[in-house]
């Protein structure tokens, strides 16, 4: 069955508004029940109404990534402990970010054009790769796969510099002179390695924080492969978990009485 | 859709985005969280559309992948957020 791209453009509609109901539920004791179901109704929405889109001309492979996919998740969910949360939510999000690389990568080798597409694909890849390793050494470091102290090299954020003007630069070659995939790759392992030494420094402690940050860059990460599918659900979505990840950011560091300079740039915390 | 009415929406929602989150108690940090990270899988929409183009294989593995981890994403967060609110409503 296939359905008009106007009727597919209100279901997003209907999802998005579900998705804010959501959110603000979520921030109400009595409501944060009704708000997950109302934000997991709204992607139930989406994404079956997304299934019956015209371009949609294989399934084979959507259900096999959707089966493998929802047992991986349902496993993680309900095997974790609970006093693993924190890491499961770094990893879950790091998902997130490595499936806005992959999208991106996607539409990139299909041979996207134009110079906001081509714009918007690199930013997904850099922002999308960050969200990734940076959400791994999040998880690692919570596991105890890594050491919860800072960890670093003298330099270090002049790398960091090096790696981010090096990724911008990428990016505006790929939309100048689209087509040299040796730039491409060279844009995500960069922007991997930034994911990695931008949360190596940061302590254990801080890392809730660092997560909150990340789930709003992958956030970012999926409203650019937005612009380049020109999408409105991922568009409208994933700004609005970009916005509101960051004003959560500032409420956690309040309550943890740090700021987000200090916990970014690994000033340790007084007393703590 | 052109590209005026993309950035229209973009700015808007951001607005909208920070509008929202005003007042969080501590215990809500984490579950809020981790169900804005589940609509973040929100890729899955256009991870669905890259998977089903059925354009070669590369673009086919690429798919595949962005579908399987934007699942993880989407049923893990939304379950453990469900969990983590149903382990409060005991207390």
């Known amino acids: 069955m296939q359905i008009s791209q106007n009727w597919i453009d209100i279901a997003y509609l209907v999802a998005s508004v579900l998705f804010v109901l959501g959110i603000k539920g979520l921030t109400k004791p009595k409501t944060a029940v009704r708000g997950n179901l109302l934000a997991a109704a709204g992607m139930g929405i989406a994404a079956v109404i997304t299934l019956l889109h015209h371009s949609i001309v294989s399934y084979e492979v959507i259900i096999a ?11 993680l969910a309900i095997k974790v402990q609970m006093t693993s949360m924190p890491q499961l939510i770094a990893l879950l999000n790091g998902f997130g970010g490595g499936a806005s690389v992959a999208l991106a990568a996607a539409e990139y080798f299909q041979g996207a054009s134009g110079t906001i597409a081509l714009g918007a694909t690199g930013l997904a890849v850099l922002i999308g790769t960050v969200t990734l390793t940076g959400s791994l050494v999040a998880f690692a470091k919570l596991q105890e796969l890594l ?48 994911g990695l030494l931008l949360v190596l420094p940061i302590g254990g402690a801080d890392m809730p924080v660092v997560i909150a940050l990340l789930n709003s860059y992958s956030g970012i990460a999926a409203s650019a492969a937005g612009f380049v599918m020109g999408n409105s659900a991922l568009i409208i979505t994933g700004s609005l978990v970009g916005a509101s990840g960051l004003i959560l950011t500032q409420i956690m560091c309040k309550a943890m009485n740090r700021s987000l300079t200090n916990v970014l740039f690994g000033v340790m915390a007084e007393g703590g | 859709m052109d590209f005026v009415s993309q950035l229209t929406l973009f700015v808007l929602a951001i607005f909208l985005g920070v509008e929202l989150i005003t007042k969080v108690p501590p215990t809500l940090h984490t579950p809020l969280m981790s169900g804005t990270n589940a609509i973040s899988g929100i890729t899955l929409v256009g991870a669905l559309l890259a998977a089903g183009h059925g354009a070669g294989l590369l673009i086919n593995v690429l798919g595949f992948i962005a579908v399987v981890l934007a699942t993880i994403n989407v049923i893990g967060g939304f379950m453990v957020t469900n969990r983590m609110l149903a382990m409060f409503k005991r207390k």
Do not use: Q
């Open chain 1, 65 to 75: 990534g959707l089966l493998i996919g929802g047992a991986i998740g349902a496993v």
């Open chain 1, 147 to 194: 050491d919860g102290g800072s960890i670093g090299f003298p330099g270090m954020k002049f790398v960091n510099l090096l790696l981010l003007l090096g990724s911008l630069a990428a990016i505006v070659y790929l939309v100048i002179n689209p087509g040299n995939d040796m730039v491409f790759w060279g844009l995500v392992i960069a922007a991997a390695l930034l």
